[in-house]
């Protein structure tokens, strides 16, 4: 596996990334994933050098996040740089940020993610977000 330095964090990533967007389902329902097969995917991926998942709030119907959790329990999570997103859509204020990131934490079964990102990201919710003390 290859590795690169991301940016200025200083974090070294390999070049191929897993994106826990559309994990594998049960007769095709994005919000019953396969657990068993996902994580089957997961490990494999990790177990190959992969250390960048990503994962998102709405995923599967908002199940990719627990799903995620459980693939890394046991070990994984020491191995691997979790990337997620704030569900800019549901942001109102300065403290539904926190309470989003909070429950994104529980979610995933940790106590901190590696990378934060905001999830369409877009001109009204730029400007809104910089009226707020982050």
Not at 10 to 22: A, T
Not at 40 to 48: L, N, S, V
Not at 49 to 74: F, R, V, W
Not at 107 to 132: A, E, S
Request: hydrophobic content about 30%; charged content about 25%.
């Amino acid at each position: 596996m290859l590795y690169r330095t991301l940016g200025k964090t200083g974090e070294k990533v390999s070049s191929l990334g897993l994106g826990c967007m559309r994990l594998p389902t049960i007769d095709g329902d994005p919000g019953h994933i396969d657990e068993q097969r996902a994580c089957e995917i997961i490990h494999y991926a990790i177990d190959q050098g992969i250390n960048y998942l990503d994962t998102a709030y709405p995923y599967h119907e908002g199940k990719s996040e627990p799903m995620l959790a459980k693939a890394l329990q046991n070990g994984y999570r020491d191995k691997v740089n979790i990337a997620t997103k704030m569900p800019s859509w549901n942001i109102e204020s300065r403290e539904d940020m926190d309470r989003y990131l909070d429950e994104q934490l529980e979610r995933l079964g940790t106590d901190y993610v590696d990378f934060y990102l905001i999830h369409t990201l877009n001109r009204d919710f730029g400007q809104t977000i910089g009226t707020w003390t982050i």
